[in-house]
């Protein structure tokens, strides 16, 4: 079954605590992103990836890092989590180039809460 | 760029009565155009799309959507809803080339409430 798996689900944490979600797609997509959907905002773009160790900011990268040394996985790094940070994250991906239609496919999101 | 706007943040409706969704865009190229649903407490999932071709499409669910180039828009109608497509909708919209400018655009939301 094809799917876009993120870990955790829910997680609560305290300013300045290192931490990383983690994203991992059994489908071969070249293409991997992130977003954070907040209330009023909608979906906005954090970093994305157009293949293996390529990766370049969205719409909103501040306190952020990613990496994609695998295909498969694509982890989103908090080094020092503010409450302002504190949204519910989506991984998605899709194939890259002309060929593709660009249909995402999500992940379930992950809630994070920073105290 | 392209940038999209789904006028209507909130849409009560009662069930079994029709519902329309709006969504206007804007780009200088041609576009891929989308709409997503999110039900409570889950990610989103694709209702439909219109690459070309004909400018209705339809979902397995009864949505269906209309292309209209002149006036930007991308409206998702549904003649009857249920309890169950209460969710939050999504449109969004991509130019039909990859690359870095190949990346979605979403609207805000709609979140649609059906009532008894």
């Known amino acids: 079954e094809a799917q876009v798996t993120q870990n955790p689900r829910y997680l609560i944490t305290v300013t300045g605590k290192k931490l990383t979600v983690t994203c991992s797609q059994n489908?071969?997509?070249?293409?991997m992103s992130w977003y954070r959907q907040d209330p009023g905002l909608g979906l906005r773009q954090i970093y994305y990836s157009m293949n293996v160790e390529v990766t370049d900011k969205g719409d909103v990268p501040e306190g952020y890092k990613v990496s994609r040394k695998e295909k498969r996985n694509f982890p989103l790094i908090l080094e020092s989590p503010s409450p302002n940070q504190t949204s519910l994250y989506f991984c998605a991906t899709t194939t890259s180039g002309t060929s593709g239609t660009g249909e995402l496919f999500f992940g379930e999101g992950s809630r994070l809460t920073v105290l | 760029a392209q940038s999209v706007t789904q006028l209507d943040s909130q849409v009560p409706v009662f069930e079994e009565a029709p519902v329309e969704l709006r969504c206007n865009y804007s780009?200088?190229?041609?576009?891929?155009l989308f709409w997503y649903v999110q039900y409570p407490n889950q990610g989103l999932q694709l209702l439909l799309k219109?690459?070309?071709?004909?400018?209705l499409v339809e979902s397995i669910n009864g949505f269906e959507a209309e292309f209209n180039k002149s006036q930007t828009s991308f409206h998702l109608r549904k003649p009857s809803v249920h309890i169950s497509d209460t969710a939050e909708y999504f449109c969004?919209?991509?130019?039909?080339?990859?690359?870095?400018?190949?990346?979605?655009?979403f609207g805000k939301g709609t979140k649609l409430s059906v009532k008894p």
């Open positions: 969004a919209v991509r130019p039909p080339y990859g690359g870095s400018q190949g990346n979605l655009i």
């Open positions: 219109y690459l070309s071709g004909s400018t």
């Open positions: 780009s200088s190229v041609s576009v891929y």
């Open positions: 489908m071969n997509h070249e293409y």
